[in-house]
């Protein structure tokens, strides 16, 4: 008897340990790890770090391979089974294949003009901004982007069609809102430059708020499965909200899982209460804007706390990431709670996986354009003028002896915060208050007990690490500013407004002079026309305003001439 206990014991915790021995540290006291420099930089003490967790949980080369694959598959395919909101595909499909004069379609189109326009689900697709999975292996892709089978291939990079009930119901993945097409190149944890994600919950919304089930029913001819999946995302919508993005790029989920919230119950579920999805709680974010753009992947493994403005001080932010993606899809909380305690293996995967992702470089996309010495030159000024807050990073040139030209721009380390700070440059107010509005409705969850998520609402952003910042454009949390060259510009002399242009071709849709978007006289057709594309950054929410007084010097004047903003550039894009 005894010995069977110590056996039990024995094995539990053997298994423990192979679980939990390369637990990262989730809690807000975690340190970068690796060797440690403290300096002033105008009068703040500065300590930073040269490591990183790129490897989070410390696996060998072989389990290393293995976890990355599985993980970028998650990040394509959504491993979420519980999720609410799924498109009945069987009932779509048929709806595209309708006459133009039927009576289902003049009835789609009389509720939602928008559909009007797309032909099939694909178009849709298109239009919410997915990319199409590369054709072959891509050596300019940082994050080898695993092969999903020819029926997935077939479909854009986010979408996800599952036949969990008998039949085939659509959703999206990470991927839609963090995946690019960089001059044809599909990157994977880069920030989507176009997503509609939001607008298509709207759409969605708009569409089966208003089909009643048994219209649905009468009108589509739908299987059982297919009805079964209509009748739970028509129950889901009822407890999502959406708002829509101020300018095309920037994204409202932080507004919408803030909304949802407060069309749910306030005990520690959140529970679905019908009465209160008709009479949701007052909340600010119905009336102030909080957009940002998707971030990029790369820069997880330099920081410790989590979003544009470090308001996630605890917790693996890939928990956080499913918490807030299914808040915003009208998930019963117990049940998710369930799932992401059953799936630890698709979430460290899928965390290992966006911690080890890498930045694009610009010497693969601009083959030999870095002229050294200049991007030398702009390494000082970094060194003296941004470290303090975007860290250092050093260079394989500085011991240039027997390397290539290619190898000398290698960055060899970079130093970046022991812990991540958030600071006030004066940027855009918005997207950081609008965490005050609902902070507490996501603490108060059991779920956010159990996962150890903490919000805390901040006053600033994150000086981001600038690793891949020459394709990080348009600039600052919100989009603000089209070329690295107006961010080291102060404030008062960037420019109101700028159109963005997909990046198709590098001659024609990048400036390489200012790194950024093409002047607007110098936008292609159709996208110059397109007001949709015309950024105004004017408004509450979408200011350029801010990251100026260190671009001054103490009697106001610019502290850098035109030939020093170009060596910057050059150095920046080195990184
Ligand atoms: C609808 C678009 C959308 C989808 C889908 C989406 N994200 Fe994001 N993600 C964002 C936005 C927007 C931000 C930045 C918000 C901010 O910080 O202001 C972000 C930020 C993040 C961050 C924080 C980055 C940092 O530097 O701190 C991580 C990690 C992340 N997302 C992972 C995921 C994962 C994993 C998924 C899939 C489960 C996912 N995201 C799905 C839009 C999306
Ligand atoms: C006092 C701290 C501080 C200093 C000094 C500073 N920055 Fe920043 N920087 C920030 C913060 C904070 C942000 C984020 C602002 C936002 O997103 O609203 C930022 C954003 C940026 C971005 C945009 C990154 C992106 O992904 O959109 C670039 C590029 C940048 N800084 C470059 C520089 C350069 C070059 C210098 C030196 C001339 C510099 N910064 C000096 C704090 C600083």
């Not at 999502?240 to 520690?268: C, F, H, I, W, Y």
Request: aromatic content about 12%; proline content about 7%; charged content about 25%.
């Amino acid at each position: 008897m005894i010995s069977k206990t110590y056996l039990i014991l024995f094995l539990y915790s053997f298994s423990i340990n192979l679980v939990y021995s390369n637990t990262p540290d989730w809690s807000s006291s975690s340190e970068l790890p690796g060797n440690e420099i403290c300096e002033w930089h105008n009068e703040h003490y500065v300590c930073y770090r040269d490591g990183n967790r790129a490897n989070i949980y410390d696996l060998g080369p072989e389990a290393l391979d293995q976890t990355l694959t599985e993980g970028a598959k998650h990040s394509l395919y959504y491993p979420v089974t519980v999720t609410n909101l799924m498109i009945p595909n069987e009932s779509v499909n048929r709806f595209f294949n309708e006459e133009d004069a039927s009576p289902l379609r003049k009835f789609i189109f009389k509720i939602a003009k928008k559909i009007s326009k797309f032909r099939s689900m694909d178009e849709i697709f298109t239009w919410l901004g997915l990319h199409k999975y590369p054709k072959h292996p891509d050596p300019k892709t940082p994050n080898k982007i695993p092969y999903m089978g020819h029926d997935i291939q077939k479909q854009r990079m986010g979408v996800t069609t599952n036949s969990i009930h008998g039949t085939r119901s659509t959703t999206f993945s990470c991927a839609a809102c963090h995946s690019s097409d960089l001059f044809g190149t599909k990157v994977l944890g880069m920030t989507n430059r176009f997503p509609k994600a939001n607008e298509f919950f709207h759409l969605g919304q708009s569409m089966i708020s208003k089909v009643p089930s048994a219209a649905f029913k009468l009108l589509f001819n739908p299987s059982d499965e297919d009805l079964y999946i209509f009748k739970r995302a028509k129950h889901a919508l009822k407890y999502v909200e959406v708002r829509p993005p101020l300018e095309l790029g920037l994204d409202t989920s932080l507004a919408q899982v803030g909304l949802s919230l407060s069309k749910r119950s306030e005990d520690e579920y959140a529970s679905l209460n019908p009465w209160r999805a008709k009479f949701p709680r007052r909340n600010r974010l119905r009336n102030v804007p909080a957009d940002s753009k998707p971030a990029v992947w790369w820069n997880l493994k330099y920081k410790t706390r989590w979003l544009s403005d470090g308001s996630i001080v605890s917790g693996n932010p890939i928990h956080t990431n499913f918490l807030w993606n299914e808040i915003g899809r009208g998930v019963d909380l117990r049940q998710l709670e369930g799932w992401l305690v059953r799936n630890t293996d698709t979430i460290e995967e899928l965390t290992a996986f966006v911690f080890s992702t890498k930045a694009p470089k610009y010497q693969k996309f601009f083959p030999n354009q870095i002229n050294i010495a200049k991007a030398k030159r702009g390494q000082k000024l970094f060194l003296k003028n941004c470290s303090g807050c975007h860290g250092k990073y050093e260079k394989a040139w500085e011991n240039p002896e027997g390397l290539s030209y290619s190898e000398q721009l290698e960055t060899t380390k970079v130093w970046y915060h022991k812990k991540t700070p958030v600071i006030d440059v004066g940027t855009d107010p918005y997207r950081a208050e609008g965490m005050r509005y609902f902070y507490k409705d996501l603490n108060r969850l059991k779920i956010s007990e159990t996962i150890g998520t903490i919000v805390k609402p901040q006053k600033g952003y994150v000086p981001p690490p600038l690793v891949g910042v020459w394709a990080r454009l348009p600039y600052f949390h919100n989009n603000s500013v089209p070329t690295l060259f107006d961010v080291i510009t102060p404030d008062f002399k960037r420019p109101k407004s700028y159109i963005a242009v997909p990046a198709h071709s590098k001659e024609r849709d990048f400036d390489v002079v200012k790194n950024g978007y093409p002047a607007p006289k110098k936008i292609r057709s159709p996208y110059k026309e397109d007001k949709e594309y015309h950024f105004n950054a004017t408004r509450p929410g979408t200011s350029n305003q801010g990251h100026t007084k260190m671009l001054l010097t103490d009697d106001g004047r610019e502290k850098f001439n035109y030939k020093e903003k170009l060596e910057l550039i050059e150095f920046l894009k080195t990184l």
